[in-house]
């Protein structure tokens, strides 16, 4: 009889464990579909679940066929019974009655949400935001770093927001971000690409304040707003850091040169030293083999399928205004056809260009020597590898060129004459 009653009693409780499986199963099913007919469904397989009552109400606020915001509010307040402390909840009910014009109850949502979740990245997201449209600039900054400590990943947005309701760095700063290299980082991009230089600066000393390690391309934005807007010392100083905090050792070079990695030992493509823009026709690349000195030379080769206008071996370099400069370097051809042959060129915006002979033909290592002399508002220049255009019949360009040990090197100041005794 035991026995029997007890066969009886699993019996029943695996029909019902079934039963409410299946029902389950069902609400979900129901509620994946993403659809009206599904949600209400759902809820009437479910009506214990607060999650459905939740999508229903979604789906009334942000519904592109149809909205009712009213219905959306008591889908939500419905739900909360069943689940108080649903802080997603809190935060849809928060923006839907912010959206009817009901400000009062908004905060009084987010703040039950930010009651039940005080730690919650999201939450403090959303109410400093709703701070931040109410005019409420201090508190929202601090809801917007307590944001950022806990999720980082916000931290781009925020500078966004946060800059255009006020773009003063020192708020920025002391406010919004936390000490952190991870946020410096992100907001450095985000204020480098609003061309925003002196807050970009502040933030980049802030980092640099940190010893930080990272990748040398994160600092590339930055790096080329300072040289885009001609500031080149900080750009020079900026670079300096930037190798420090990547480990790049310093390649060597001349004492004295301006010229980052003349000898191309580095391989370094960004920021203040070689870039390289590949083309149709040439290849370039690094020579073991083929060198002056050190550990490798700059090679390129043309293939003689084109008649190339080329300037693909291109450097920025900061230098100083009225300052004279010695620009020297090494250059090798071989077996380079047409009647336009390799030369680099030194330019700035204010300041007359000079260029080394072109090497034609087949050459041995042949140095040049050139002077050149920096305008009063000089803070830029750049030195490009380059190739003129034929105007021959017989114009494609084949061979190869190597260079190395470039410097560009300042020069003394003369001394001022005496004045002379009457």
């Known amino acids: 009889m035991v026995r029997r009653t007890l066969l009886l009693a699993a019996v029943v409780l695996a029909g019902t464990l079934s039963f409410f499986a299946v029902r389950f199963a069902a609400a979900e099913y129901f509620s994946s579909l993403d659809t ?64 009817q014009g009901d400000l009062s109850s908004a905060r009084s949502a987010l703040l039950s949400a930010k009651k039940s979740h005080p730690v919650s990245a999201e939450v403090a997201w959303h109410y400093g935001n709703f701070l931040l449209r109410q ?147 040439v290849q370039i690349g690094y020579d073991g083999a083929v060198k002056h000195s050190g550990r490798q030379s700059l090679r390129i080769h043309f293939d003689g399928s084109r008649n190339l206008g080329f300037s693909g071996v291109c450097q920025v370099v900061p230098v100083t205004p009225l300052t004279a400069y010695q620009f020297s370097g090494w250059m090798r051809t071989e077996t380079i056809t047409s009647d336009r042959g390799i030369f680099v060129a030194l330019s700035s915006r204010d300041s007359p260009s000079v260029s080394t002979p072109e090497l034609r033909a087949t050459e041995p290592w042949t140095p040049w020597t050139l002077s050149w002399q920096a305008g009063k508002d000089s803070r830029i220049a750049q030195i490009c590898v380059s190739r003129a255009p034929s105007q021959k019949f017989d114009n494609k360009i084949a061979g190869t060129a190597w260079l190395d040990d470039l410097a560009l090197v300042p020069l003394p100041a003369a001394p001022s004459p005496e004045k002379v005794r009457p």
């Open 135 to 281: 005019g409420e600039m201090d508190s929202a900054f601090a809801e917007i770093h307590r944001s950022l400590e806990s999720d980082p990943s916000r931290t781009a947005e925020a500078v966004s927001v946060c800059w255009s309701a006020n773009p003063d760095s020192q708020v920025l700063l002391g406010q919004v971000l936390p000490s952190s290299p991870v946020v410096y980082l992100a907001a450095l991009q985000v204020l480098a690409a609003d061309g925003a230089v002196d807050a970009s600066l502040d933030v980049w000393n802030r980092l640099a304040a940190l010893h930080p390690h990272f990748p040398l391309q994160e600092a590339s934005p930055f790096l080329d707003l300072l040289l885009r807007t001609a500031h080149g010392t900080e750009a020079a100083q900026v670079w300096k850091q930037a190798l420090e905090f990547a480990e790049i050792p310093d390649p060597g070079g001349p004492s004295g040169s301006v010229l980052w990695d003349g000898g191309f030992e580095s391989n370094v493509r960004n920021g203040l030293s070689w870039r390289i823009q590949e083309d149709k026709g």
């Open 36 to 99: 009206l007919a599904g949600f209400e469904e759902a809820v009437r397989l479910e009506p214990g679940n607060a999650r459905h009552w939740h999508l229903l109400g979604r789906y009334w606020q942000f519904g592109l066929d149809q909205q009712d915001f009213p219905r959306a509010i008591e889908l939500y307040r419905h739900s909360l019974l069943l689940d108080p402390r649903a802080p997603a909840v809190w935060l849809d009910l928060a923006s839907a009655y912010e959206t």
